[in-house]
């Protein structure tokens, strides 16, 4: 399974969208959608601090990443899953586990394999430290029992040089534009496809080019 449209804006709206290193509340080097170097390349301790020059640019990057980190932890949820789930509960699944690391061993679980998923929903608040994580946590859990997806947006944080997260948004997303970026469908300007539209300065070249061509044949 593959986590769904729903899906992937509630995990990003749970985790946030950072454009740039920061320390995050365990004080582990974070990046972009909850990115660290556990999960591979790149590192965030190797990446400019601070805000990026180009926010549009750097948001093809940090979607990029979690893309591929994204694809990981769905894997991990499809092998410790040992019983057919319902879309939401795999959705509540990887949140849960993009968050902790913790699908093979949760308790939780461990009662979903057994058969037994009102247990395994009340299991899921085993898992409540720091108590900041709480609020997601219980949204985890309904989303589990209920199939009720939170309703939130998708916020890009400003961050610091000193890898401090300003809960001052730079951006807010919409879900169809999160989504676009999620698919690797949105380029930076530098990037653009040849039939993205965009004009392209070797237009009138190519163009006089071709006549000069045109009138030596004739």
Do not use: C
């Not at 586990?97 to 009340?122: E, M, P, Q």
């Not at 985890?140 to 309703?151: H, I, M, V």
């Not at 809960?167 to 380029?187: F, K, Y």
């Amino acid at each position: 399974m593959k986590t769904s449209d729903e899906g992937v804006i509630a995990l990003i709206g749970h985790e946030g969208v950072v454009p740039g290193p920061y320390l995050d509340s365990v004080k582990v080097l974070t990046y972009g959608v909850g990115h660290t170097a556990a999960a591979g390349s790149p590192d965030p301790a190797r990446l400019t601090p601070g805000m990026p020059d180009n926010l549009d640019a750097e948001l093809v990057r940090v979607f990029g990443v979690f893309r591929r980190d994204l694809e990981k932890y769905e894997a991990a949820v499809a092998s410790a899953i040992k019983v057919p789930v319902a879309q939401h509960e795999f959705d509540a699944a990887v949140s849960f586990h993009f968050n902790t690391g913790a699908i093979h061993r949760a308790s939780w679980v461990r009662s979903l394999n057994a058969g037994d998923r009102a247990k395994a929903a009340a299991q899921i608040m085993n898992w409540t430290k720091p108590r900041e994580i709480i609020p997601r946590r219980q949204s985890e859990q309904e989303l589990f029992a209920t199939g009720k997806y939170p309703a939130q947006g998708v916020t890009v944080w400003t961050v610091t040089p000193d890898k401090r997260v300003k809960w001052v948004p730079a951006r807010q997303l919409d879900p169809a534009e999160a989504l676009a970026l999620m698919r690797g469908s949105v380029r930076p300007d530098s990037e653009a496809a040849p039939d993205s539209g965009a004009p392209s300065a070797w237009a009138p070249i190519i163009t006089a080019i071709l006549s000069l061509f045109g009138k030596g044949q004739k």
